[in-house]
């Protein structure tokens, strides 16, 4: 690590990645700002994005996170000793994955969050002494010390995640005289740069993989036609913006595959 870094090095570091900023005033009299970043694009690491960041259920987010005291001659980073991270499942400690001044750590979201998006923040804190807290079996404890002194907050910031689970429907599959050949038929998933196709075939089929998720059927309705349906895995779809599927229906009496498609949100 690091402890001291230009000014102009600090603003090419802050300007790459930034997201949100919150700017604390304390200890002595300096000023501590602090910057937290949800990176969760491998084309684009650190980009500016403000607002709600959306995150696929199922996506690693790495989350960066820099504190930085304003002197005379800069911004000088690397005065704090860890951070802790408020997170929707629980508080982490974080102290060991620095890369230069900056705190990673890497999370996954299991389920869709709430519409409005959850808040996440980070604090930074500066040792006196022994560290106050420490992580056991996964929970925050804090020590007593008597005669040590608290150790000092010296900033935080936050950002809204907006956690969410992408979802395929094709209507109006098949139709009139057509008798669907669910075994055989796939649903697929494709990637824009047209090299990537994910097949999924029918839930609790044999085919289907434990892993992987597979569609599901409604109907057919008086016009003879299905909807299908599934939750895609964030390895499936494209990154911000829309992922197009396709139902690869095989008619079981002349064996003609019959292709629906449909394109669906991926922010």
């Given at each position: ?124 804190y500066r040792t006196r002494g ?43 599959v098949g139709g009139a005289g ?90």
């Amino acid at each position: 690590m690091k402890p001291r870094i230009s000014f102009s090095a600090g603003i090419r570091m802050l300007s790459f990645w930034a997201a949100a900023l919150l700017a604390v005033l304390s200890l002595d009299g300096c000023t501590y700002k602090a910057w937290l970043d949800a990176d969760s694009s491998s084309d684009d690491p650190g980009q500016f994005r403000p607002g709600p960041q959306y995150v696929h259920v199922g996506e690693p987010v790495r989350l960066q996170f820099l504190v930085a005291q304003k002197s005379m001659q800069g911004l000088v980073y690397g005065m704090d000793n860890y951070m802790i991270l408020d997170l929707p499942t629980g508080k982490v400690v974080v102290e060991a994955s620095r890369e230069y001044a900056n705190y990673i750590q890497k999370v996954e979201f299991a389920q869709p969050g709430s519409q409005d998006g959850c808040v996440v923040t980070a604090t930074g804190y500066r040792t006196r002494g022994e560290m106050d807290v420490q992580m056991i079996n996964g929970t925050i404890e804090h020590k007593e010390f008597s005669s040590d002194a608290p150790d000092d907050r010296l900033a935080s910031a936050s950002i809204t995640l907006i956690v969410y689970q992408s979802r395929v429907q094709i209507p109006h599959v098949g139709g009139a005289g057509i008798e669907p050949d669910w075994a055989k038929s796939e649903l697929w998933i494709l990637a824009d740069d047209g090299k990537r196709v994910s097949k999924i075939v029918k839930s609790g089929l044999p085919g289907q993989a434990a892993d992987q998720p597979g569609y599901t059927v409604e109907g057919p309705d008086d016009k003879g036609e299905y909807t299908v349906s599934t939750l895609p895995l964030y390895s499936q779809i494209n990154r911000g913006g829309t992922t197009a599927a396709e139902m690869h229906l095989v008619d079981a009496k002349t064996g003609k595959v019959h292709i629906s498609g449909a394109r669906f949100r991926t922010p």
